[in-house]
């Protein structure tokens, strides 16, 4: 099958999911639109993955590419295309589908607790009860319509849901390796300011082994879910 991303800043790459990809015998292509590349065809995505980025959706004025990419992204659900949104791409396909975007109570940046929703009916995806991810994020959303939340955290409620049967939103990271945290604590370091759910640079880095196994195990677990949907 072939899989087309969405990257909306350079630090934010694909990390272990573009690992994952290769090792499956996927093909892959992307665009790069904070450097103007074009949106794909449609007709030749059989799964979009939706990155993350330190924009807000709502920053269309600054950011014009954002409007034609929440449109591409409509059409994309409009037509059952199976999608992965990653933090902001998650928020992206909420704003595709009119929900608002908003300032989260707190800002979450760090690696922190996730509660899976074990009790939700259907054949959504499940998470673990508890497991640790990387987080960084300062806004949330309303759910679509019909969407199945899937994980909250103390700080942020909506941390992961479910549309039909191939399309995921997560606000948090499972794609990062320790080269990507790298990048990210370098790249958006003025937003590691002290608060209540925001770590520090050393802390974000320290991460033991076995936390970025268990998140690389989690990430195998959705990508094998939505690629066995297409």
Sequence with gaps: ???HYLQHVEFEGLGLIEQWLTAHGHTLSGSRLYAGDALPELESVDLLIIMGGPMSVNDEQ???????????????????????GI???AQLIAAALGQPVYANAEREIGWFRVTG????NGAAFHFPGQFHALHWHGETFDLPPGAILL???????????????SVIGLQFHLEADRALLERFVTADAQALS??????TAGQILSVDDMTLTRSAALLDHVLTYLTEAV
């Design 87 to 89: 933090c902001l791409g």
């Design 117 to 120: 929703n074990t009790h939700h």
């Design 194 to 199: 002290p608060e209540r759910w925001v770590q």
């Design 151 to 165: 994980a909250s955290s103390d700080a942020c409620e909506n941390q992961a849901f479910q549309l039909g049967r």
């Design 1 to 3: 099958m072939h899989v």
């Design 62 to 84: 600054a950011l014009p590419w954002l409007r034609e990419e929440k449109a591409f992204i409509r059409r994309a659900l409009t037509a059952d295309k199976a999608m992965l």
